[in-house]
């Protein structure tokens, strides 16, 4: 029963645990913290300019092999338990994320050093300083980070309602473990339009200021992106396929901002963008939401901190995920939900709609 409202808790912004409860499952988190070696020895036999997400999948396919699920299926578990092998899968994942995803920042960008755990850190800060950050306020940052990006997608996740969710499900649909049904999941999270715009929205901003600098008016703002429109490219960071307002995360990471950097640059930049930006994609007159969403904002954080690297900002929202969807995942197995099967069409069925539409 624990371990159901631990998950729960995990996934529910309704639930908030109470302090003992927390420290208890941060010290769970810890002990179960241990990557074994061949795991290292897989992300090395990568190159190094591998894409981070490429790492970070790579990882999380060699811990696979430790599977509980996958060990106790074989032995024939009956299915009414699936949920516990499920459940230690999934915490063993979370604990272990964190590690592997520091381990390639590290060898990629930093002198490939391993900065060994902290057991007096919690998670988020713990990350923070195993990639190399040990300012308090990064460390908060990174609290904040892993709390918002599995937040609101938990809620969405109970819809399925987007990308890398719907994967996770769909995959663990089919009864594969937590590893195999979250790596699915972290490759959908790998695309230009989900997960990789924050990556994209630096990028694009850096772009900006390269070109116009840092005192860039309104009027050279709207030309800017209206540049970015007429070369076929997508404003990254703004619009969503289901929120139909500016995305509450991106509501919290601003007040973090006005709080702790008020006066830099980019993030005058991303405030100028919210101005900007709507209008225009309201004048296109298809986009539904013309509003920013989390990933508008990200990225302007990390740089100010020095965590200027900006192929791997997806990691982090990766590392985040990795709580609700294997939360998730275990609710799934509890719940006893049945192998997905997507609606199909047959040749007929399109073809009459290649008419119809033609005719119209
Ligand atoms: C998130 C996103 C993929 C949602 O796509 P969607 O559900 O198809 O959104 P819509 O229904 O509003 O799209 C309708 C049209 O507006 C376009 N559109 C939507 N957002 C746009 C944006 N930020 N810039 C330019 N065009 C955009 C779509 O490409 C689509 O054009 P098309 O009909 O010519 O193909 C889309 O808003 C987007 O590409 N945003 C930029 C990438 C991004 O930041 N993604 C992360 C958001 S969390």
């Known amino acids: 029963m624990t371990r159901i409202l631990w998950v729960t808790s995990l996934l529910d912004p309704d639930e908030v645990p109470c302090k003992e409860q927390v420290d208890a499952l941060s010290r769970e988190l810890r002990d179960r913290a241990t990557v074994p070696n061949y795991v290292f020895k897989a992300i090395d036999a990568l190159s190094i300019t591998a894409h981070p997400m490429t790492e970070f999948v790579t990882s999380v396919m060699a811990l696979q092999v430790q599977s509980e699920f996958q060990k ?3 032995k024939g578990i009956h299915k009414s338990k699936y949920w516990e092998p499920m459940y230690e899968d999934s915490l063993s994942l979370i604990a272990c ?3 592997v995803a520091s381990y390639f920042y590290r060898r990629t960008y930093k002198d490939g050093k391993v900065i060994p755990v902290n057991n007096s850190l919690d998670y988020g800060g713990n990350f923070s300083h195993m990639m190399g950050f040990d300012s308090p306020q990064m460390q908060e940052l990174m609290r904040l980070y892993v709390t918002i990006h599995r937040y609101i ?14 994967t996770g499900h769909l995959v663990a649909s ?5 590893h195999l049904s979250f790596a699915a999941a972290l490759n959908g999270l790998a695309g230009p339009l989900h997960g990789l715009p924050n990556q994209e929205v630096l ?3 850096k772009t900006v200021v390269e070109e116009c600098g840092e005192n860039i008016t309104t009027e050279q703002l709207k030309d800017y992106v209206w540049k970015t429109l007429n ?11 289901v929120l139909r307002k500016t995305d509450p995360r991106y509501t919290c990471q601003r007040e973090f901002a006005l709080k702790h950097l008020p006066d830099d640059p980019l993030f005058q930049l991303v405030f100028k963008l919210y101005e900007v930006v709507p209008p225009i994609l309201t004048e296109l007159g298809k986009v539904k939401n013309p509003w920013p969403a ?15 690297e900006a192929r791997y900002y997806t990691v982090l929202f990766g590392v985040s995920r990795s709580i609700g969807i294997c939360s998730q995942l275990t609710w799934d197995r ?17 073809e009459n709609h290649c008419k119809k539409a033609a005719s119209s």
């Open 72 to 74: 106790e299926y074989e």
């Open 97 to 99: 994320v964190p590690i």
């Open 153 to 166: 997608f938990c809620l969405m996740d109970r819809e399925g309602g987007n990308v890398s969710a719907h």
């Open 174 to 178: 089919a009864l594969s473990d937590p």
């Open 203 to 205: 990028l694009w901003i």
């Open 231 to 241: 070369s076929g490219k997508p404003v990254p960071g703004f619009g969503h396929g």
């Open 294 to 308: 989390v990933d508008a904002h990200s990225g302007v954080f990390l740089n100010y901190y020095g965590l200027t």
């Open 334 to 350: 509890t719940l006893g939900l049945p192998l997905e099967r997507p609606k199909s069409v047959t040749m007929g069925w399109l």
